[in-house]
């Protein structure tokens, strides 16, 4: 046997040994599974610029209006402005609304209804790297990392899905993996977690 044909089967030795080990780090993590359950009961919507509420006060119809949180988190309605609102949960802003009409109206009774938008920044969804349409969304009560998927289209042809992490900004920034590409692309249900307000979903791109 030729000099050559020894060097080439060395080769092939060591690549061979040297494939489990290429695998394991490509299927490995060095972040811990999100956990499956993460909601909480007690969740309450917190109000944030953009979105657009609707101010019902009851038995007074013409002071009644939808108004829109501006960006610097305040508001303005029928007798009374830059009231700050960002930040607050909409019964706490009811009862702020109700403090102020007070001084026109007596015994005023507010209900504020939220009428479209996405939340503060600290509680959005962000979703970037390999996904279809990268973006941030408003969380909603049970939101899972199926929904998530859903709202920006699913992954990439180019996403190594299950080297995916989340960023949990509830939890001082603590990073857990996900399997997205055992979730979308094999229908994996085991795979779906909740996730908390603030998560940012982190995608990677497959060097594979």
Known sequence: MSRSTHL?????????????????ACTSSPYPPAPTQAYSD????????????SIVVWRNP???????????????GTLFEDLPAAGRDPSTLAREIEQVLSKYIRDPIVSVIVAGGIGPYSEQ????????????LAYKQKMTLLDVLIAV??????ADGNAATILRTSEGDKQYNVRLKDLVR?????????VKPGDILIIPQSWF
């Not at 007690?42 to 509420?53: A, E, H, R, T």
């Not at 289209?153 to 180019?158: K, N, S, Y």
Request: proline share 6%; glycine share 10%; aromatic share 6%.
């Open 153 to 158: 289209g699913g992954i990439t042809e180019f």
């Open 186 to 194: 094999r229908g994996d249900v085991t795979a779906n977690v909740d």
């Open 125 to 136: 969804i962000r979703v970037i790297g390999e996904a279809a349409k990268p973006q941030a």
């Open 62 to 76: 013409e002071i009644s209006s939808t108004v829109t949180i501006r960006p610097d988190g305040k508001i303005t």
């Open 42 to 53: 007690d969740y309450n919507y917190i109000l944030g610029p953009g979105d657009s509420v």
């Open 8 to 24: 080439m089967s060395a080769l092939r030795k060591f690549a061979l040994l040297l494939m489990p080990l290429a695998l394991a």
